[in-house]
């Protein structure tokens, strides 16, 4: 993990190489809490763009106090959550992800479809907090702080969307 605090030194000084370093160490961490929001491909990486601007545009404000990459995904969630109110109404189908409307010549396409699979049974709090903890790899009191919730509670969700993912799996096994 690189040295958040030099690099955003560095990106003060409008240093490019490590503005990239820090982009390459946290872009799938901020495109998973957009996307847990979102659900749209297309929106979550117009968003990360966003937020990558935001971050940029506000990065003579950070103070060290919090941690980067918590105060980095904090922008992202509430980016999302703002479009996601704007847009709640709004229904998108992303053709690629129906595979019976235009089937996918990637080998991996039925382990993705599967994994939305799973996680479509799980509510937006619940998706949030298990792709934080799953892609992300933050720990449980770092997720807590992102998502604004006592660490006990972000433990309680994340436990009781990982069993409803099992359930799940279960049912899918015996069918």
Same mark, same amino acid.
């Given at each position: 993990?690189?040295?958040?605090?030099?690099?955003?030194?560095?990106?003060?000084?409008?240093?490019?190489?490590?503005?990239?370093?820090?982009?390459?160490?946290?872009?799938?961490?901020?495109?998973?809490?957009?996307?847990?929001?979102?659900?749209?491909?297309?929106?979550?990486?117009?968003?990360? $763009?966003?937020?990558?601007?935001?971050?940029?545009?506000?990065?003579? $404000?950070?103070?060290?106090?919090?941690?980067?990459?918590?105060?980095?995904?904090?922008?992202?969630?509430?980016?999302?959550?703002? #479009?996601?109110? =704007?847009?709640? =109404?709004?229904?998108?189908?992303?053709? $690629?992800? @129906?595979?019976?409307?235009?089937?996918?010549? @990637? @080998?991996?396409? #039925?382990?993705?479809?599967?994994?939305?699979?799973?996680?479509?049974?799980?509510?937006?709090?619940?998706?949030?907090?298990?792709?934080?903890?799953?892609?992300?790899?933050?720990?449980?009191?770092?997720?807590?702080?992102?998502?604004?919730?006592?660490?006990?509670?972000?433990?309680?969700?994340?436990?009781?969307?990982?069993?409803?993912?099992?359930?799940?799996?279960?049912?899918?096994?015996?069918?």
């Amino acid at each position: 993990m690189p040295d958040y605090l030099e690099l955003v030194k560095r990106i003060k000084l409008r240093d490019d190489h490590a503005f990239d370093i820090l982009y390459e160490d946290t872009k799938y961490s901020v495109f998973s809490i957009i996307f847990a929001i979102v659900k749209d491909r297309y929106v979550a990486e117009d968003l990360m $763009q966003d937020t990558y601007m935001k971050m940029l545009q506000a990065i003579h $404000q950070y103070n060290g106090k919090a941690k980067f990459k918590t105060w980095l995904l904090t922008i992202a969630k509430n980016l999302a959550i703002d #479009y996601y109110r =704007k847009n709640a =109404k709004i229904t998108t189908i992303d053709l $690629q992800l @129906d595979e019976y409307l235009l089937p996918s010549h @990637d @080998d991996r396409s #039925y382990e993705k479809l599967e994994s939305e699979m799973y996680l479509n049974v799980l509510d937006i709090e619940e998706r949030q907090i298990v792709l934080l903890k799953v892609v992300s790899e933050l720990k449980h009191h770092e997720i807590a702080k992102i998502v604004g919730k006592p660490l006990g509670t972000v433990m309680w969700i994340y436990n009781k969307a990982i069993k409803k993912m099992q359930k799940l799996g279960e049912e899918d096994s015996n069918a």
